[in-house]
């Protein structure tokens, strides 16, 4: 079974800066590759995912990541971050010959103004 | 197209009580996944049903059940409710399996008293 790990539980940054929110995997076998941000009492909204080609995957609200084979890693990125960005944010993993997703633990992105 | 919809959105119920939740799936999307999520476990895999079969079935006792409708609608039953069972239940549909890109409803909010 995959296991993904969320290395930062609790993100704070302030308002307009950088932010990046780690993510590792641990299998070495083909996998997709997603992103998921939740907002207070909603569910989880697709932000972004990778299944094959470029490495470097652009999704919404501004933000992208990256895709690490080597490092087994898809860390997520975005370089200004707004009040509105704050939620919670989880890694999820599948593998392509698996059955079911994995999700890491999440991260809480605080954006101090 | 009409995102996931999930009712009810909030329920409270008692110990020992059953209850059943359900989960309407994005039009076309055959695969239905549900998941628990609570603080201290995060996002914990519960089953997923394509084409009215099971085909994954997650760590949880048997007291949580769920089916398929041939329209794709799942519904997911607790029975014998402990305290322990207050979460927040995600239901997810995919187009193909539950491997592939999901898509999240809003949720039911389960308080056992």
């Known amino acids: 079974a995959q296991s993904v790990t969320q290395l930062d539980s609790q993100v704070p940054v302030f308002e307009e800066a950088p932010v990046e929110l780690r993510c590792n995997y641990s299998?070495?076998?083909?996998?997709?590759l997603f992103w998921y941000v939740q907002y207070p009492n909603q569910g989880l909204q697709l932000l972004l995912k990778y299944l094959s080609g470029s490495t470097l995957v652009k999704g919404i609200n501004g933000f992208e990541a990256e895709f690490n084979k080597s490092q087994t890693s898809f860390h997520l990125r975005k370089p200004s971050v707004h009040i509105s960005d704050t939620a919670e944010y989880f890694c999820?993993?599948?593998?392509?010959?698996?059955?079911?997703?994995?999700f890491g633990t999440g991260t809480s992105l605080t954006v101090i103004p | 197209k009409a995102g996931v919809t999930q009712t009810p959105r909030y329920l409270i119920k008692t110990r020992g009580q059953q209850v059943t939740l359900s989960c309407s799936p994005i039009s076309g999307h055959r695969s239905v996944s549900w998941y628990q999520q609570t603080p201290g476990q995060g996002l914990q895999f519960l089953f997923e049903?394509?084409?009215?079969?099971?085909?994954n079935k997650g760590n949880f006792p048997g007291r949580f059940s769920g089916r398929q409708f041939s329209n794709s609608r799942s519904e997911m039953n607790v029975s014998t409710l402990e305290l322990g069972d207050s979460a927040l239940y995600l239901c997810?549909?995919?187009?193909?399996?539950?491997?592939?890109?999901?898509?999240f409803g809003p949720g039911t909010r389960l308080t056992v008293t």
């Open positions: 049903y394509f084409s009215e079969t099971q085909r």
């Open positions: 299998s070495s076998v083909s996998v997709y």
């Open positions: 999820a993993v599948s593998e392509q010959a698996g059955n079911q997703f994995y």
């Open positions: 997810a549909s995919s187009l193909l399996t539950g491997t592939y890109e999901q898509y």
